[in-house]
């Protein structure tokens, strides 16, 4: 459960906007992409030095910044000054713990959240943290590493399909959100056909180590949940259009994004019931085992009762007991005894407890 708290110890007692890197170091470089375009234009190009992008931010085209690798703070701290982004933002960029939020500055939004993927070799959800700052025309993102959703997203700008070319900067941004908040389903996809294995797992022959598997799931349950929860507030507030950012033909988009991410929190919520259901399966085939044992046990021990008693008596050491001198004694004990034998067992196997 440690990779799901926030290590943030070390910031302790250091003014408010100071920058410094909090989270797990995913590249050791930088790589900054920008995508140019207009329904007449459109360029792309990787820029090797901060200051080539600062001729964008005025430019009459849409820009898409994307900054994938934010463990490099002079390349962060330029961008924010030349875009004019607020010391507490950039922070919020380098600190990847972050929930899901979005701030509005007036001339610009900053969005946060997760883009979370499910590895099917090791069962294991992975997540990065992706930041959005939405400006009048550009939007830059700030990504962990080079994995990402968005190519996509790249291929409809470079071949102009769809309205992606005639829209503003505020659908683009919709645009990164929807493919992030897509790729959710076909993460929950693998996630809902790796707990059913599990469970049918379970079911066939529950040991310790699925009820380990079961618990680690409902670690992942509680990261998701936090990861998800938090989307319906960004995008209702998106969807509000406070800010002059967002234009009015793109809240139809946020309100299908919105709906999109209720889907999303039911089926989470779906999955931790399924979890808790199984935990209860797990305990209950326990203990139906344990019943299963008990009652052989318990029949064995009722079958010998009778046994152990006439054993009992002929095993004492009484001078006179008359079938001791009878020739056919022995024989007698013992077909009494298998006489019992077969008559208990045929009444439990009657009675259906065998």
Do not use: C
Request: net charge negative.
């Amino acid at each position: 459960m440690l990779r799901y708290s926030s290590k943030v110890s070390k910031k302790a007692g250091l003014p408010p906007g100071t920058l410094m890197r909090v989270g797990e170091k995913r590249s050791d470089k930088t790589i900054i992409t920008v995508i140019d375009y207009s329904p007449e234009k459109f360029e792309e190009r990787i820029i090797e030095n901060v200051e080539e992008l600062y001729p964008y931010k005025n430019t009459p085209e849409i820009t898409w910044i994307n900054v994938i690798g934010i463990d490099n703070i002079d390349v962060i701290e330029k961008i924010g000054s030349n875009f004019g982004l607020h010391p507490l933002v950039l922070e919020d960029i380098l600190n990847t713990n972050q929930r899901p939020k979005m701030e509005d500055f007036g001339n610009l939004m900053y969005i946060v959240l997760k883009m979370l993927y499910f590895e099917e070799e090791e069962n294991d959800i992975t997540s990065e943290q992706v930041s959005l700052i939405l400006g009048e025309n550009y939007v830059i993102s700030f990504q962990e590493a080079e994995m990402d959703v968005f190519n996509p997203l790249r291929e409809r700008i470079r071949k102009s399909k769809g309205r992606i070319r005639t829209m503003g900067s505020d659908y683009l941004a919709y645009s990164l959100l929807d493919a992030i908040i897509d790729n959710y389903f076909l993460m929950l996809e693998k996630l809902g056909e790796y707990l059913e294995d599990t469970e049918k797992e379970l079911i066939g022959d529950p040991d310790q180590k699925i009820l380990e598997e079961i618990n680690y799931l409902k670690g992942e349950m509680i990261f998701l949940r936090k990861a998800v929860w938090p989307l319906r507030e960004v995008i209702s507030n998106l969807e509000r259009r406070d800010s002059p950012l967002i234009q009015e033909k793109t809240v139809i988009f946020l309100r299908d994004l919105y709906d999109h991410t209720i889907q999303i929190i039911d089926t989470v919520e779906t999955y931790k019931e399924m979890l808790s259901g199984m935990v209860e399966l797990y305990l209950s085939s326990v203990s139906n085992r344990m019943n299963e044992v008990m009652k052989i046990l318990t029949i064995i021990a009722t079958i010998f009762i009778p046994l152990t008693f006439i054993a009992g008596i002929y095993g004492m050491n009484f001078e006179y007991m008359p079938e001791l001198q009878w020739r056919w004694g022995y024989p007698a004990v013992w077909f009494v005894m298998t006489a019992i034998l077969l008559a208990m067992v045929y009444y439990f196997r009657k009675k259906k407890w065998l």
